[in-house]
C-alpha cells in the first residue's frame, strides 16, 4: 500500500512525516533540514524558490517573497507576489509540492495522499483552502486533523484515555492554546484562545532593535535602512535567540555588515540570556491572558488540567517553559521534539487510515452549532456543537407566504439563538417552489460534516424534487476549473 503523509501545514515552518514500523519518522528534506520554512519566494530571473532558499531572501526582497500565507487561507482571495495576484491556496500549494517531493525522494515512491493539520479553530472555509492547495499540488488529502489533536496522538494520547489536555503552540508567528477533553474515543475541543500576532519572530525583532541601536550608538549608521545588512541581523537574531535556549550567553558576529567613512564596519557583541528576557520580558506577559481566557472558557482550573503539551519551537525558550509553570502549577509532558510534534501526530493518523498503524482511533468533533434562519431570526440549529463527525441531519421547513416560490437559505454557525448573534456562514436560494399557500410546500434542509469538519447543505422541495446545494465556504472555495487551471499552471512552473 503506497504510504500517507502526515504535514504540518505551519505559519512559520512545514513539516512532512511517514510512519515506519508503526512509528512516525519525520523526513529531511532536500537541503538537510527537517523544518521547511512556509516562505514561497520568486528570484529576479522569475524561479521559484520555496523554503529555506526563500526565507533567505526575504527582508532582501520583499515583494519577491512571502511568508506566513497561512494568515490568507480560506480568508483573502488573493495575495501579491513579484507583483501578481496569486491564490493564497496555490501559495501554499507551493509549500506542498515540496514536501511531497522530498517526500518521494526519501521513500523512494510516488506520494498522492496527505492528511494535513490545520488549527482547532480554522473554520470551513479555511479547512477547503487547505484541501484545495493539497489537490493543487497533486496530493489527495484523505484527512484534515486539528494540530492539538495531532499533537497530543504524537505524545501517545489515544482516544481511550480520558483526559483533559491543555496544548500550548508558540510558534514563529501565531500562539494557540487548546483544551481539549478525551473521553469516549473522542477528542472534544473545549475551548481555544491565542494571539495570532505574536511568536518568536517577535522575539527576533527586538533583538535586531537592539542590535541596531547598539550600532547606530557606535557608527552612527542606521542598519535598519540597508536591507542586505537587515537581512543578516534577523538571520543573527534568530540563531542568537535559538542558542540563548541552552547557552547563558552568546556571541553575535557578524563581518562586513556595511561600511563607513573609515572601510568596513563589523558587529562583534556578546548577548546573554538575561538581556534578551528583558528586552522580550512583555511579549512573555502576553502569553498569559490567552491562557487563563481558554481555561475560563472550558470552565477549567489549572489543577484540573491533567497534561500539558509544549508545541512549537519557540516553547523551547527557557522564559516561556518556566513561564507555563507558573502559570498551571505544573511540568509540561516532555519527548517529543516541539517543532515535529504535530507532523508526527498526522503521520499517526495517515498510518491508522492506511492500515499501518493499529489501536489509534481518532475522532473529532463540530466545534459550532450549525443552522438555519427562520422566521423572526430564530436559528434552527440543525447539527449541534460537539456532535462527532461525520454528521448528518435534516429537518423540513416550509414557505411563510402565500405563493411563495423562492425560499432563501441562511446558514449560521455559533451558539446564539438568533441570526444576528451568530456567524453567517453560506446562503443560497432554492427557485421554484410550487405556488401554494404558506405553510404548505415541505423543503428539507439536510446538513452534511465530512470527516474533515467541511460542510455540505442541501435544500430539496420534496414534491417536485428540485433541489440546490452549497459547499460551505464554496463563495471563497476554489471552483474544480479553477483548481485544474491551477494544477496545469503548476506543471509548467508558473503556480498563478
Ligand atoms: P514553529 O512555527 O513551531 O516551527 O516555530 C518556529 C519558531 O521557533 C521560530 O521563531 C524559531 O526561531 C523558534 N525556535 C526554534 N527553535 C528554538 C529554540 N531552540 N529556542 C528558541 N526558539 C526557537
Not at 501579491?80 to 501554499?92: C, D, F, K
Not at 489537490?135 to 492539538?148: K, M, Q, Y
Not at 519551537?313 to 505544573?330: E, F, H, I, N, W
Amino acid at each position: 500500500m503506497p504510504k500517507i503523509v502526515g504535514i504540518d501545514l505551519g505559519t512559520t515552518n512545514s513539516v512532512v512525516a511517514v510512519v515506519e514500523g508503526q512509528e512516525p519518522t519525520v523526513i529531511t528534506l532536500a537541503e538537510g533540514a527537517r523544518l521547511c520554512p512556509s516562505v514561497v519566494g520568486i528570484t529576479r530571473a522569475g524561479e521559484r524558490l520555496v523554503g529555506s532558499m526563500a526565507k533567505r531572501q526575504a527582508v532582501a526582497a520583499p515583494d519577491r517573497t512571502l511568508s506566513s500565507v497561512k494568515r490568507h487561507m480560506g480568508v483573502s482571495e488573493f495575495v501579491s507576489l513579484a507583483g501578481e495576484q496569486m491564490r493564497p491556496q496555490a501559495v501554499s500549494a507551493c509549500i506542498l509540492q515540496k514536501l511531497k517531493a522530498d517526500a518521494e525522494a526519501y521513500l523512494g515512491e510516488p506520494v498522492t495522499r496527505a492528511v494535513i493539520t490545520v488549527p482547532a479553530y480554522f473554520t470551513d472555509s479555511q479547512r477547503q483552502a487547505t484541501k484545495d492547495a493539497g489537490t493543487i499540488a497533486g496530493l489527495e488529502v484523505v484527512r484534515i486533523i486539528n494540530e492539538p489533536t495531532a499533537a497530543a496522538l504524537a505524545y501517545g494520547i489515544t482516544a481511550t484515555q480520558d483526559q483533559t489536555l491543555l496544548v500550548w503552540d508558540l510558534g514563529g508567528g501565531t500562539f494557540d492554546v487548546s483544551i481539549l477533553h478525551i473521553t469516549d474515543g473522542i477528542f472534544e475541543v473545549l475551548a481555544t484562545s491565542g494571539d495570532m500576532n505574536l511568536g518568536g519572530d517577535d522575539w527576533d525583532a527586538r533583538i535586531v532593535a537592539w542590535m541596531a541601536e547598539r550600532f547606530q550608538a557606535d557608527h552612527n549608521i542606521d542598519l535598519t535602512r540597508d536591507r542586505m545588512a537587515l537581512q543578516r541581523l534577523k538571520e543573527a537574531a534568530e540563531k542568537a535567540k535559538v542558542e540563548l535556549s541552552s547557552l547563558i550567553s552568546t556571541n553575535i558576529n557578524l563581518p562586513f555588515l556595511t561600511s563607513g567613512e573609515e572601510g568596513p564596519l563589523h558587529m562583534d557583541i556578546d548577548l546573554a540570556r538575561s538581556r534578551m528576557e528583558l528586552l522580550c520580558a512583555d511579549l512573555l506577559d502576553r502569553l498569559v491572558p490567552p491562557t487563563l481566557t481558554a481555561l475560563r472558557d472550558a470552565k477549567l482550573t489549572p489543577a484540573q488540567i491533567d497534561s500539558i503539551i509544549l508545541v512549537g519551537g519557540s516553547t523551547r525558550m527557557p522564559a516561556v517553559q518556566d513561564l507555563v509553570k507558573r502559570v498551571l502549577g505544573k511540568e509540561p509532558v516532555k519527548g517529543v521534539d516541539p517543532d515535529e510534534s504535530v507532523a508526527r501526530g498526522a503521520a499517526l493518523q495517515a498510518g491508522v487510515l492506511n492500515a499501518e498503524v493499529q489501536g489509534v482511533l481518532l475522532l473529532d468533533v463540530t466545534p459550532f452549532t450549525l443552522g438555519i434562519e427562520t422566521i423572526g431570526g430564530v436559528v434552527a440549529s440543525i447539527i449541534e456543537k460537539n456532535t462527532t463527525v461525520p454528521a448528518q441531519n435534516k429537518q423540513i421547513f416550509t414557505t411563510s407566504l402565500d405563493g411563495q416560490t423562492v425560499v432563501n437559505i441562511r446558514v449560521y454557525q455559533g451558539e446564539s439563538k438568533s441570526a444576528t448573534g451568530n456567524t453567517l456562514i453560506g446562503t443560497f436560494s432554492l427557485i421554484g417552489v410550487p405556488r401554494a399557500p404558506k405553510g404548505v410546500p415541505k423543503i428539507e434542509v439536510s446538513f452534511d460534516v465530512d470527516a474533515n469538519g467541511i460542510l455540505r447543505v442541501e435544500a430539496i422541495e420534496t414534491e417536485t424534487g428540485i433541489k440546490q446545494q452549497i459547499k460551505i465556504g464554496s463563495h471563497r472555495a476554489l471552483q474544480p476549473e479553477e483548481i485544474a487551471q491551477l494544477q496545469k499552471s503548476f506543471a509548467t512552473g508558473s503556480g498563478r
